[in-house]
Each structure stands twice: as structure tokens, then as C-alpha cells.
């Protein structure tokens, strides 16, 4: 039988796919778009310059200083584009470009007193002129515009209840020993942009001191020690039952689809930095690279909250620590989304959970340009206040007899549970030795510029260091003054 003879087969018809898999889904289907960072050197510029605006209105308008005197205290911080996994990015040339720029006067600054605004221009005649805003309504810190003129929320006065509490928000610190006082004396006069220090117990603050434009009802910057703020607030949520565990899935409203990538980070994960979050970086050449977020929630105005969500899940939930912003910003997308499906008011919520129940009358979450109050960093507080999220702490999560954190939050929060850092669930510990002559269970929320709440359980004690921002600080010496003031108290 040749090809001619035979029997013709008929071809099966194949069903065509209408939208690839069709097979049930339970809950709400949609992925997040992803994040596209934008590394071009316009808007690195615009960046730099936007972050000068935010940290001058932080200054004047938020801690109260007068224009000339955060002028003299302000920093030019250089932006690249995002790091690799494994380094950071080297500012080194961002540095000097920006240095060159400063020097030649091309960066020039204005202030709106009447609208608490500041603009940063960089007036490069090869490049053009970049203007970047920044504005401090009351109540909401300083909250980056970038290049638009106005916010995206309407910033209405924020209730606040604080609490009455017995805790010094009047008295006077101590009379302090000799050698305390000596070791605070050669710590301050080698961190010349340090606002205060304070060492404080329950209802007694033992030491306290203040450099040029520190007081004690002057509010200062946190900036990351806002992310353990964070997480003392999801110690709240669980406290009252609003989430369940640490290990569930992080509830993000952006990530409700079981389908995504995102649907395998848990909150304990974010915590912990080690969510896998990255993002595309968009490059002046064209050109596309994987990078991890350095400080855009700071430079860029944005909704913070949603940028975050849409960063990609760049490696195994789980696998590495890599240290960024957009965890904490997650967080908090899901403290507010778990505020308002309560049908219950946002942002002031956020300060009845804790702030306000422990007494923190002065502290203050910086918003973004949508109002979000921003999670990863850039509070404000007294250091007296900033002393009392401590104690909380060394008290075990009771404040006043009322327990508000679950029962072993602390161990759970202070524990670097990972190997390879010191990085614990959004505090900092001293597994390394970094402050040799401090107990090996010393841990401490951590800022930019050496911002550090410490928390000594074992001793009953606290001590508050605020910095401003890029001024240098002698952890050799503070290590030093730390170490006798416990021995003293």
C-alpha cells in the first residue's frame, strides 16, 4: 500500500485555550504591576535634591529650628540607582558630583514659611535646572512632593489621645555620678550634630543631656528607628487578635491572588527582611538590571504604600536578608488596611494602638504624598518619649499592668533567628559585639546617623541617642558611656 491507497485520517479538533488556565481560583485574582525604578539621571537628580527639601522642612517646620541653623546642619546626600543582592551601590562619583555642583552654587534653596514648604534647585547650565519640594503640614512630619506642587490627601488635624502616665513627662532627670557625667562629656564632643542623650527607668530618668538645637520638648528625627515602631504596632494587631501569626501570609492589599509570588512571604518575612522584595532599575543608557531599594521612600513622591507592594519577589521568600524599605512600607499598608476594614478612623488608629496608650504625646509618623503614615522611617519624637517604646520593651510588653504585645513578642523580637546578621524582627542586637563592653542581649532600634533607642532587660533600663542626619557619631565612646552608666544605675 503506497501513499495513494492510504486511509485518509481525519485530524482531532484541539480545544484552543480561551485565557491559558482557567481553572478555579479561590479569592480575588490580579497580580500587582511591577515596580519600575527610574535610575536616569534626571530623576536621580530630582531625587537628591528632593531629599534636601524633605530633611529642610523636617528641621524648621517639624523639629522647630531656625532656618539658618538647619541650613548650617544640612548634609548633601547623593542618590544612585539601587544595589545588587550582595553589595551596596558605591556613591562615591554621585558624591563628588553633587560636591562639585555645591561648590560651583548650583544648588539653591528657598522657603514658603507661610505653607512650611522648602525647594531645592540644582541649576546645572548643561543640564538644566531640577526642582524638587517638600512640605510639613502639622501633624504629618515632612512629606516629600518631588516635582508636584501639591499633596494627594487632604491633611485634616489628627486627633490625639495620650495617655496620662507617671513617666517623668515633667520632672527632672537625677542627679547623675561623676563618671557618668565625665563619659557623656567625651562622647558629646565627638558627635557634633547630636541632638540628646538620655538614660531612663521605669518612671525615673537617670541621665539627660542635650547638644546645640537638642531640648527636652524638642521632637527629632528616627528616621529606621520608625521600622521598630512598626513592628510594635503588628505586635499590637496580634495582641488584640486582628492578625493571627507572624508565619501566616502577609495580608498586603495588593497581594490577595494565591497565584502570585507574593502570596509566599509571611509577616515574619517582612520583619525580618528577608521577603525577597526587589525591583527592575531603569538605567540612563537603556539598559535594565535587578536592584534593591536604597531610600526612595524618602527622595520620591509617591504613594509609598503601593510602590512597595509592587516590588518583585527577586528571590526565595525566606532565602536572604537583604536590607530595604519596602518591607516595613508593606507593614504598614497592611496596619491600615486592617484599621479601615474595621470601619475605624486612619491615621488616628495608628496612634491609639500605641503611641498615644503609652504616652508618646510628642511622637509624630512622617506621611508620604498620599497620606499614608510611612512605615520604614523619618518619625519624630522627644528622646523622653522615644525612652518609653523601650521601656515597653524592657518591661516585657506591659505597660501600667495592661500587657500590649503578646506574650514572648519580646524574645521573639529582639532574637536574631537568622544566621549572618545582627538584624532581628526590625530591631538591631549585639550577637556581634559591636558594643564589646554592653551585655551580649542588648538589642536597640537603629536610625540613619546612629539614631539608637537601647533596651537593657536585664538591667530595667533604657538609653536614647538621636543624631541629625549624616553627622558622625564615636561608637567607641558611646559604647564607653553606656557601659558606665550601667555600672552607675
Known sequence: MNDATMPRVRPVPVAVEPLFDTAPVLGPRGLPAPLLYDARPATLRLRQVSFAAKRLVDMVHVSGLPVAEAERRLRWRPV?????????????????????????????????????MAAVTWDDPSFGPVTGRAIAPPGYGGIVLGAAEALRFEPTPIPRKPAATGYWDDGAAVAAPAAVRHAAETFHAAAPGMYGMLVAAPGRVLFERYGTGGAPDRVTPSWSMTKSVTATLIGRLLQLGWLRSVHDAAPAPLWTDPRGAHSAITIDHLLRMRAGLGMTVLHGDGSATLGFENSAVYQDGVDAFDAAQRNIVATRPGAVFRYINAGPNVLGSIIRNEIERRGLPYPATVYELLADRIGMASYQHSADIAGNLIGSGSGFATLRDYAKLGLLYAQDGVWEGARLLPVGWVDYASAATHGGTTYTASFRCNADGLFPDLPPDTFWAAGASDQRIFVFRRHGLVAVITNETDHAIDLGRLNTFLATALAAF
Do not use: K
Request: aromatic content about 0%.
Open 80 to 116: 544612585a540607582a539601587p544595589g545588587a543582592l550582595e553589595v551596596r551601590t558605591d556613591l562615591s562619583a554621585a558624591q563628588a558630583e553633587l560636591d562639585a555642583a555645591v561648590a560651583a552654587g548650583q544648588l539653591s534653596i528657598s522657603h514658603d514659611a507661610a505653607r512650611r
